[in-house]
């Protein structure tokens, strides 16, 4: 069988607040998860060998940082972009953008935001990571809530009207394995 494992980023000083997007590091509890990881991902893998592809964002790094493996960065990793309120909260948005906001309410998978993305653009984007990925063995992905929700879906078969709402957890290690029977995922949650 062949595995993948993915994280979310450390908590990042962005996700204290809600807010959209940015480049920021890591909160105190984020760089707690970081070093944290080397120690789970050991235990799981032994001495298999690894790859970490992370974005090119500071919080993706910053989390990969004390991981002992070779490391790529992908830009089609990155957070879905929020264009125009990007940098701000929900609050923010339901309050300066209101149609907006109820737009996206409304088609959470096709909306995109002014000068940004829509879940339907971050598929596509990830097309050539999914390719890569089909190729390569022993790959820990560390990216972002958006981006993953899309990669996870992609292999478990989930449509576009639950995508944008799946669940993909901070301070998590989910493990995909693909057995003869379809898809197994196991979480390794790191309390903090
Ligand atoms: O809140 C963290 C975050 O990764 C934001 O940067 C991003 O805009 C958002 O999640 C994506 O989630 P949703 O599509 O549910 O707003």
């Not at 490391?71 to 209101?98: I, S």
Request: hydrophobic fraction near 35%; include cysteine.
């Amino acid at each position: 069988p062949r595995s993948v494992l993915f994280s979310r980023h450390g908590e990042s000083l962005y996700n204290l607040d809600q807010r959209l997007g940015g480049d920021p590091s890591l909160s105190p509890n984020g760089r707690k998860y970081a070093e944290a990881l080397p120690g789970l991902i050991s235990r799981l893998l032994g001495d298999e060998p690894l790859t970490i592809w992370t974005s090119t964002l500071k919080r993706t790094a910053e989390t990969a940082a004390g991981l002992p493996y070779k490391k790529l960065q992908w830009k089609a990793l990155d957070e879905l972009e929020a264009g125009l309120c990007d940098g701000l909260t929900y609050e923010d948005v339901e309050r300066e953008y209101p149609e907006e906001y109820a737009m996206r309410d409304e088609n959470k998978f096709e909306f995109r935001y002014r000068g940004g993305e829509s879940y339907r653009d971050v598929v596509l984007r990830l097309e050539p990571v999914i390719m890569e990925l089909e190729r390569q063995q022993n790959i820990m992905i560390i990216s972002h809530q958006a981006v993953l929700r899309c990669i996870y879906a992609y292999f478990l078969d989930i449509g576009p009207e639950e995508l944008p709402y799946l669940k993909i957890p901070l301070h998590t290690v989910m493990k995909l394995t693909w057995t003869a029977y379809g898809c197994d995922i196991q979480m390794y949650k790191i309390d903090i």
